[in-house]
């Protein structure tokens, strides 16, 4: 019996605290395009003298490492609200502020949220001869949209977790979440926050949180915490030269190095999310000279810190 991509889904449950399982349901993601899974059983490789051989001798087991991605277009933002940190829920709005702790990831307002991750693959005899992978204690390493001209807008998730199971049991049932996703033309990126960037072509925003698994002496191999570190927000834009902004982008924001906040707008057809920048700075700003074509204008910035809120048919981000 083979296994055919139509049948796969991934989809994830709030937890408790301490890397447990609710008693909840499995939840809708978004329209997810592809999920990899990468976990590192770190074997070391034991080789020592007097074995009189060239090839290696033995084996040892590293600390287990749970990871992966997924990308999905997205039709809600639980997933920003996990990046940022802090979620405050009223019905249909939803607003994210940042945790600035540094306590290890536990389900509390304060802190950053943990979830489980069930990534399925489906035969045609179901139960029994399923392939299904329980990841749980996942936390949002990074966060990452990306907004393309004649594109969806999508969204690329990396996560860091504590443990993960595999079984061949019964697929949970789904049923998808119907709203319209969102596409290239439905976001604005204004620098400063009160002026449009018109012509840009490509804009992407990604939040870093650069986890640490934390894997101590304590008998086990896999880890007993997640830490999150130092945290990053970065924004890259391609745009075709315009003489009306050209020299301020230049000028004013990245030789002068003068500080401005941002503002990204995302406007559907059932919802919103405006993105909040502040304290930002002009990192990179390459022009080249090509002698065919558009002349483009590309630049990164990062920001000091970030807030958002969002607008949707969901009542809850929150799992309490």
């Known amino acids: 019996m083979k296994f055919y991509s139509d049948q796969n889904r991934t989809c994830f449950q709030y937890e408790s ?24 059983m770190n074997v070391i490789d034991i080789r020592y003298q007097g074995d009189t051989t060239r090839g290696i001798s033995d084996f040892s087991q590293g600390v287990q490492e749970w990871m992966g991605t997924f990308t999905y277009f997205p039709q809600d933002f639980r997933f920003l609200g996990f990046a940022i940190g802090s979620i405050y829920d009223l019905t249909g709005s939803h607003t994210f502020t940042e945790n600035n702790g540094n306590n290890r990831v536990q389900t509390s307002p304060t802190m950053l949220t ?35 001209e004649k594109d969806v807008v999508s969204c690329d998730v990396k996560y860091i977790a504590q443990s993960s199971v595999l079984s061949s049991g019964a697929v949970t049932a789904l049923t998808p979440t119907t709203s319209k996703p969102y596409v290239f033309n439905n ?116 920001a000091g810190s970030a807030s958002a809120t969002a607008y949707d048919s969901i009542s809850k981000y929150n799992a309490w």
Request: net charge neutral; glycine share 10%.
């Open 114 to 148: 943990s979830f489980t991750i069930e990534d399925s693959k489906q035969t045609s005899a179901g139960t029994g001869s399923n392939f299904v992978r329980t990841t749980v204690g996942a936390v949002v390493d990074s966060w990452k949209m990306t907004a393309r």
């Open 187 to 302: 976001l604005n990126l204004f620098i400063p926050s009160g002026t449009l960037i018109d012509n840009a072509k490509e804009v992407t925003f990604t939040i870093s949180n650069n986890l640490q698994g934390g894997a101590y002496l304590n008998g086990s191999p896999t880890i007993t915490e997640i830490i999150p570190l130092n945290r990053d927000y970065e924004v890259t834009a391609t745009t075709d030269m315009d003489a009306n902004v050209a020299k301020i982008l230049y000028e004013n924001l990245y030789t002068a190095g003068s500080l401005f906040n941002s503002l990204i707008m995302l406007r559907g057809i059932t919802g919103s999310l405006a993105i909040v920048l502040s304290g930002c700075r002009m990192t990179t700003m390459p022009i080249p000279s090509p002698a065919v074509g558009r002349q483009e204008q590309s630049f990164t910035f990062k």
């Open 17 to 40: 605290g301490g890397y447990a399982l609710t008693s909840g349901n499995r939840t809708w993601i978004g329209l997810v395009q592809t999920h990899t899974m990468a976990p590192n």
